[in-house]
């Protein structure tokens, strides 16, 4: 495979300033790329605000002779960050919500604000700054973009309440994003890293921060970003060398026919056929959904239209 190249893209990194984001803005520098190097620069839990975080990662682009601009907006203001973009390199082409934060508490103990925060920067952070990028990738026929989701977004993870439904409505994006921009040449994935970061150092020792560097992220987002890609609304788990896509299964289920009422009594008794994963299948798409009804219950969602 030729080498990926960007040397007529412009990329926007939130977050770019630490972890992950910065190894990103770094990588598609020295690929070529004119960068976007966002950052609020505050707290891991979301407070305060500095310039030097994303200063600080646009010299070390600069440095290697690489193109960079610095931006410090907080993601909730998206659409400045892409017109950061259009003033200093008149487009944009990928795009990678990064930006994240974290304020952990069990349900019982969890604060509104422990609540809003998480959402302004993970679901109106991102959709600000997609939803502004979104018309001038339409229209120029490319677009990349990733949304960062998490295990957590996935799988749920105890006290993470606010952090992993944050996470889980970036699935949902994603997938539709990747259905609405397929036509436009607009790729849309979604992925959950596992990285040594400030967000996980409080937790992981230094030997597994090593092997859990953010580098070892940066080769996904770079592939999915890439020209050649073709791949859209996929999810994947990346950390530690390790990258895998992650796909719903749908058990067969089982039908009990509609010419006459069913009760709780009636799923009680067919729990086992109803949870019984041995004629399991893929569930990519709502069409998915509807083809499953047809087969067990024989009629056509798909021409229900009056
Ligand atoms: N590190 C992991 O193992 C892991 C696991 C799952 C998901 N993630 C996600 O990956 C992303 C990157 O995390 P990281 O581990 O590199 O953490 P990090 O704290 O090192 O980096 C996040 C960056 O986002 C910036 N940021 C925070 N709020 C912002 C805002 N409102 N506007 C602009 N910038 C803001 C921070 O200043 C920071 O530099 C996050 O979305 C995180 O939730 C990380």
Redesign the pocket.
Known sequence: MSDIKFFDKVVIV??????????YALEFAKRGARVVV???????A?EGA?SS??DQVVAEIKAFGGDAVAN?????FGEK?VQTAIDNFGRVDILV??????RDSSFTKMSDTDWELIY???VD?AYKLTKAAWPYMVNQGFGRVIF??????IYGNFGQAN?SSA?SALLGLGKTLAIEGARKNVHVNV??????????ETIWGEEILKA?S?DYVVPLVVKLCAEENKDTGGVYEV?ASWFAKVRVERSEGYAFGVDKDVSAEDVASKWDDICDFSNAAPAESIVSTFNAVGKMVGIDLLAAKK
């Open positions: 939130t977050g770019a300033g630490g972890g992950l984001g910065r190894a966002n950052d609020l620069g505050g707290s891991g979301g500095s975080a994303a410090y907006d907080s993601v909730e960050i919500n990064n930006a994240g934060i974290l302004k920067v993970h952070g960062t989701t998490s295990a957590a977004g952090y996470k992925i959950a890293p596992i990285a040594g970061s400030r967000l996980t859990t953010p950390g």
